[in-house]
């Protein structure tokens, strides 16, 4: 690790940025805009060294060091401000000794980051460690991060700590599964799981996935629109051709989607997730789908598929039902993935996320039940079940290409709907 007293000309850019991120000001400064990009300084970096960066502007390598050894020793006072480990844009490399990367449910987002600043301080004023963070709001999308991630080659290269809602990014063999099966992660959780959940099967029976909490794909169902047809109580019921143009997906949640026509496909085949084809009316973001844009659709479905979060938005309508389904509420998981080697040195920042206060942060402010023990899931009923698709069907499939496979028979069933 470089330290205040070995910084020098053959200092690399990316190992100095590292060690002491308010040097990436002066860098900028002084003739390097570029390596305010954490990726370049990532693929730049590591071989452009502080003599051959004074050497291209044209400067006094000594005087660049002297600048530089500065600012990283106003890093080294008490008085660090860890609030500026946040790096806006998402990347897998934010600078910092600890590193916390990767996306968050919206509804959370603020508070869960209070929570790494918290632990941020917490591992400074024990460690003398630096704690960067790039945590993006989830409707950003994991493709640039796995892009990313597929171009790793080891595991030092990973953050000590990840975080995701939905399957891609951690079971995707490009991006994170192949160092899972390095045995390179490893679950931290309470031996205890949350009582909700005592039939669902979500701990990780190999030991590597922290689950944190799930988001639930619950029915909300218009009766004005819906008219004498039953409303659905069980996914088979969704699938019934009495719903067919009716119904209205969550296609703007990626995450909540896939998981649930992996799961549908599991229970019922192909023939299941093209019943649901047929039967979709529109693909809408849940707040058009039950909130105050509705209106604006041109037609309306009479049932939506939305996450239990939304669901709350139809507590002051008298036509609008919540459905928790009677086979279980399908889950997209939110996960947390902990590097083995690291665990000591991340401890105090791990801790605070697996804490009951985060755990209530995600299952009172989100509705994203969670798996702490002692957190009170606000659900419609205590014996309100879950759909998992299953750690032994994970296992199995290489979940882009199922992904993939399960998105094209879906088009394939609303495209023969239009014909």
Known sequence: MTTLESINAKTTIF?????????????????FPKMADPIRRQKQGKALTLEGAAKLRGLDVEGLVS???ESARA???????VTLGEVPELTLHPPGDVRCVGLLPCPVRIPF???VV???QEIWDEEKLRVGWSLAAASVGADSLIDEIASVKSAEELPEIFISAGFEAFFDQRALRRFKDKDVFVDLAPEETNSTFA????RDPQGHFTMLAVVPAVFVVNHKLLGDIPAPRTWSDLLHPRLEGQVA??????????GMLL???????NEGVEALARNTIASLHPSQAVGRFAGRVQKQPAVSVVPYFFSTMTLKSKILELVWPEDGAIVSPIFMLVKKSTVERVRPLVDRLLSKEVGEILAHRGLFPSLHPEVENKLPAADSPFLWLGWEAIEAMDIASAIEEVNAIYRKGAEEALK
């Not at 890093?75 to 401000?81: H, K, P």
């Not at 039939?199 to 979500?202: C, M």
């Not at 997906?249 to 896939?258: A, I, R, S, T």
């Open 263 to 269: 799961t549908i496909q599991k229970i019922f085949g």
């Open 67 to 69: 600048s530089l050894r």
């Open 75 to 81: 890093t080294e006072a008490e008085s660090y401000d």
């Open 118 to 120: 918290a632990g941020a």
């Open 113 to 115: 980051l209070e929570t």
């Open 249 to 258: 997906l969550p296609v703007g949640d990626f995450d909540l989607f896939n």
């Open 199 to 202: 039939k669902a099967g979500l």
């Open 15 to 31: 190992d100095l940025t590292e060690a002491f991120p308010t040097t990436v000001e002066v860098l900028v400064k002084s003739g």
